[in-house]
T-cell receptor, first 113, second 113 residues
Framework: AQSVTQLDSQVPVFEEAPVELRCNYS??????LFWYVQYPNQGLQLLLK??????LVKGINGFEAEFNKSQTSFHLRKPSVHISDTAEYFC???????????FGAGTRLFVKA | DVKVTQSSRYLVKRTGEKVFLECVQD?????MFWYRQDPGLGLRLIYF???????EKGDIPEGYSVSREKKERFSLILESASTNQTSMYLC????????????FGQGTRLTVV
């Protein structure tokens, strides 16, 4: 069975500081990996995804993530955050060839002025 | 742009009522999903469908049923609403061929009183 663990439920950070949101997964088969963002009172939208190839993936709004197969991790990073990045971030995993995307519990990012 | 539209943003229903949540997507996607989102628990899959009239139970199907009579529409039914079904409900769709990211609706916040 697959599972996704987001290691931090809340991350407060000052504006223009770097941030890392941590995600670990477990799966016995090959997977696709995703980060989604949810702004207040909205649905989720895709931030970035890893399907294959380069382990460093760049997404929208200056975010990037690195797939580490040996550590089964897919941490999300941004070198300098803005107030507008305040949102909830979800890591997700999908078995290649599967239907069901499994989501982590989410990490609330608070960016302070 | 893919659009997934949920019929209501906010709903208030009474205990014991039969509740219908409607979802429509406009990108001819094969797969459609209903998730429930609760604080600290992330998104949990209730049901999904990979074709018209086909449905599969997710992780928490108890108390729910679904209907997919047309490819673009996926309905979630609460047969007899209970207070523990108060939650945010998110509909999503994905392309069955590529099996990659899910596209989400804005969500329906349901309160059962």
């Amino acid at each position: 069975a697959q599972s996704v663990t987001q290691l931090d439920s809340q991350v407060p950070v000052f504006e223009e500081a770097p941030v890392e949101l941590r995600c670990n997964y477990s799966s016995s088969v090959s997977v696709y990996l995703f980060w989604y963002v949810q702004y207040p009172n909205q649905g989720l939208q895709l931030l970035l995804k890893y399907l294959s190839g380069s382990t460093l993936v760049k997404g929208i709004n200056g975010f990037e993530a690195e797939f580490n197969k040996s550590q089964t991790s897919f941490h999300l990073r941004k070198p300098s955050v803005h107030i507008s990045d305040t949102a909830e971030y979800f890591c997700a995993v999908l078995n290649t060839g599967g239907f069901k995307t499994i989501f982590g519990a989410g990490t609330r990012l608070f960016v302070k002025a | 742009d893919v659009k997934v539209t949920q019929s209501s943003r906010y709903l208030v229903k009474r205990t014991g009522e039969k509740v219908f949540l409607e979802c429509v997507q406009d990108m001819d996607h094969e797969n459609m999903f209903w998730y429930r989102q609760d604080p600290g628990l992330g998104l949990r899959l209730i049901y999904f469908s990979y074709d018209v009239k086909m449905k599969e139970k997710g992780d928490i199907p108890e108390g729910y049923s679904v209907s997919r009579e047309k490819k673009e529409r996926f309905s979630l039914i609460l047969e007899s609403a209970s207070t523990n079904q108060t939650s945010m409900y998110l509909c999503a769709s994905s392309d069955g061929t590529l099996n990659t990211e899910a596209f989400f609706g804005q969500g329906t916040r349901l309160t059962v009183v």
